[in-house]
């Protein structure tokens, strides 16, 4: 499955408690966060 998929199973409950899963949803976040930063920054004009 996709990170996408991963993220709407995670987050509803369907997946269990399982540690790796919390490490692919950590990374997806911290990919999430530093992408929209990424966006941000790439329209700023100096």
Known sequence: MDSDEFMDKLESGVLDDRDDYFDWFAAK???????????ILAGVNL
């Open 29 to 39: 976040k911290g990919l999430d966060i530093w992408s929209r930063r990424l966006r």
